[in-house]
């Protein structure tokens, strides 16, 4: 009896290994990826966020916002509308002009941006307030 239950549990955890079915005695594989004849020609197909990333950073005055501090963002980062990739760019407030990272917010341009507490304070910016920036592509 012991050994008739462990084959049962033997046989039963090699039935999960393949697709195998009995016919005669004999077991007959059948193949699970169809062969590549019946596939026909495979060709790549152009991926629509492929597109969007070989898109040319913007250079030159990109326009104004306001901004929001997001104590989240990490380093020298604005995410704004006014660029749809990431790409560098500099912010500026009052005379000060500081090198940041451009990264896209898709919301409307008008609904202002999000900086980062590092970049707010290196442009001298009131961490309590919601100062408006000049923004630049580089």
């Given amino acids: 009896m012991r050994e008739s239950l462990l084959g049962l549990m033997v046989a039963s955890l090699l039935m999960g290994c393949e697709d195998v ?24 197909v152009a991926r629509s966020d492929v597109n969007a990333q070989r898109q040319a950073a913007i250079s030159g005055n990109l326009g104004e916002t306001v901004a929001t501090l997001v104590e989240t963002l990490p380093g020298l ?35 202002g941006s999000l900086i980062s507490l590092e970049a707010m304070e290196a442009i001298g910016a009131p961490v309590t307030g919601f100062p408006q920036l000049t923004v630049f592509g580089i």
Wanted: net charge neutral.
């Fill in 21 to 44: 079915s009995f016919q005669g005695g004999k077991a007959e594989e059948q193949s699970v990826v169809p062969d590549t004849a019946e596939l026909g020609a495979i060709r790549p």
């Fill in 77 to 111: 980062t604005l995410k704004t509308p006014l660029v749809t990739m990431r790409q560098a760019g500099s912010i500026q407030f009052g005379a000060k002009r500081l090198n940041v990272t451009l990264i896209p917010l898709e919301s409307a341009e008008a609904s």
